[in-house]
């Protein structure tokens, strides 16, 4: 079965970096197209960045850009999210999604996306 687990989360300073990063098993991962969201508590799940399945195309929320960058190594069925210049409205916990029709491109509509990691910790303190 499909898996997705998420890791890297932590607690930051604003103004630090982390780097998340999501390992994928069950499927064939150079195929599909990869997505980031967030949900801080009280808030609606939140769009952060998306990745195509070769890496040549990304998509960023625009309180993200500038300062996180998704890429993915193929390799070893990984994408990861670089997240810099950390400010406490980052502060969610972090999923990884995967879009498994690969005639798609990238998408921000959490309900184009078939399955979910657990989720990683994202705390950034002022």
């Known amino acids: 079965q499909v898996q997705l687990v998420e890791s890297g989360g932590g607690l930051v300073q604003a103004g630090d970096s982390l780097r998340l990063s999501c390992a994928a098993s069950g499927l064939t991962f150079s195929r599909y197209a990869m997505g980031w969201f967030r949900q801080a508590p009280g808030k609606e799940r939140e769009f952060v960045a998306a990745?195509?399945?070769?890496?040549?195309?990304?998509y960023y929320v625009d309180s993200v850009k500038g300062r996180f960058t998704c890429s993915r190594d193929n390799r070893k069925n990984t994408v990861y999210l670089q997240m810099n210049s950390l400010k406490p409205e980052d502060t969610a916990v972090y999923y990884c999604a995967a879009d498994l029709q690969p005639a798609r491109g990238v998408t921000r509509d959490s309900h184009e996306y078939d399955y979910w990691g657990q989720g990683t910790q994202v705390t950034v303190s002022s």
């Open positions: 990745i195509n399945w070769s890496g040549g195309n990304t």
